[in-house]
């Protein structure tokens, strides 16, 4: 079964048997956009982290993000799904979901909730011991996250603080500490986040008052375009923040990295309609490259200084 928003044709879905495939989708590798946004910031800290210390990109680590991202991304998927089990069963695009269809019971899901955070384990006792408290500390906002939806407007917030928590923990892994750069370069993530899944929101709206459900896009409603546009400016003045505190506001990689980022936000900002789910979805998935240009940017400038 493919789900609505999911990437189709993929092939390990066609490769796995058929019996791994609800499992599959309960840690979303079937929408693999999730992991790419939560690696994102885990990369822009490490590559401002290696600038500031003129020193080339921690390969390692950014290898070692992507698989953490994999697996907290899917560690917090299937926990989010255990939680909101039946509000899911009640939204069009949730309600063919593995626990909701009944296609993986809650008992086994809970075992695969703990397999996936014992892989993420692994991967942050890889770092220092700041690092992993650090990472640690994090768990306490996915934990909250499901149950914000159902008593504020603002969960996307939320998210935001969880899904950008690797804004610090890039630097801390290679640095073994934090500083302002960071700080600057996290909560311009969390704004960032708070836009695109405010996008991907809009996909819910009509169905959302029936299950209970609040979001920035329902409040926002036919304002979206605006509220998206403020919102990713702040995102962006803070990641310029980030630069400047690190010290290389002027390196020119950097800034073209942050100008093509400004562009791709900007051409969001343009074709967003609350009106539009399917064109929300195409919006919000675009994401990744808008990532992937500032990362560009922030890695070809901390390769250049070392050349």
Same mark, same amino acid.
């Given at each position: 079964m493919v789900l609505p928003d999911a990437a189709p044709g993929q092939l390990l879905f066609r490769i796995t048997p058929r019996s791994w495939q609800p499992y599959l989708q309960l840690a979303r590798l079937d929408r693999p956009i999730g992991w790419w946004l939560l690696v994102l910031p885990c990369w822009w800290s490490s590559a401002l982290a290696s600038i500031a210390a003129h020193q080339p990109p921690h390969v390692s680590h950014l290898a070692l993000f992507v698989v953490g991202a994999m697996a907290m991304r899917g560690a917090g998927s299937t926990y989010?799904?255990?939680i909101d089990r039946y509000v899911d069963a009640k939204v069009e695009r949730t309600r063919y979901r593995p626990i909701p269809s009944g296609r993986v019971s809650v008992a086994a899901a809970r075992i695969f909730l703990v397999f996936q955070a014992l892989i993420g384990l692994a991967v942050v006792l890889c770092f220092s011991r700041f690092t992993i408290l650090l990472g640690m500390a994090s768990l306490v906002i996915v934990a909250i996250y499901p149950f914000m939806k159902r008593i504020s407007s603002w969960p996307q917030l939320v998210l935001g603080l969880a899904f950008a928590w690797g804004g610090l923990v890039g630097w801390a892994a $290679?640095? #073994?500490?934090?500083? !302002?750069?960071?700080?600057? @370069?996290?909560? &311009? =993530?969390?704004?960032?986040?708070?836009?695109?899944?405010?996008?991907?929101?809009?996909?819910?709206?009509?169905?959302?008052?029936?299950?209970?459900?609040?979001?920035?896009?329902?409040?926002?409603?036919?304002?979206?375009?605006? $509220?998206? #546009?403020?919102?990713? !400016?702040?995102?962006?003045? @803070?990641?310029? &923040? =980030?630069?400047f505190s690190a010290g290389i506001g002027g390196n020119a990689l950097a800034q073209l990295g942050v100008a093509g980022f400004a562009l791709h936000l900007g051409r969001q900002i343009w074709?967003?309609?609350?009106?539009?789910?399917?064109?929300a979805l195409a919006l919000f998935r675009s994401n990744r490259d808008a990532g992937l240009i500032l990362f560009a940017g922030l890695a070809l400038a901390a390769l250049a200084q070392v050349a």
């Open positions: 989010n799904d255990i $290679a640095m #073994g500490s934090l500083a !302002g750069a960071p700080v600057w @370069l996290y909560a &311009g =993530a969390v704004l960032w986040t708070i836009g695109y899944d405010t996008i991907y929101a809009i996909q819910d709206a009509r169905d959302d008052p029936a299950a209970g459900i609040k979001s920035t896009a329902r409040m926002f409603g036919a304002s979206v375009r605006p $509220a998206v #546009g403020v919102i990713y !400016g702040g995102a962006l003045i @803070l990641i310029e &923040g =980030a630069l074709r967003v309609d609350a009106a539009d789910p399917v064109g």
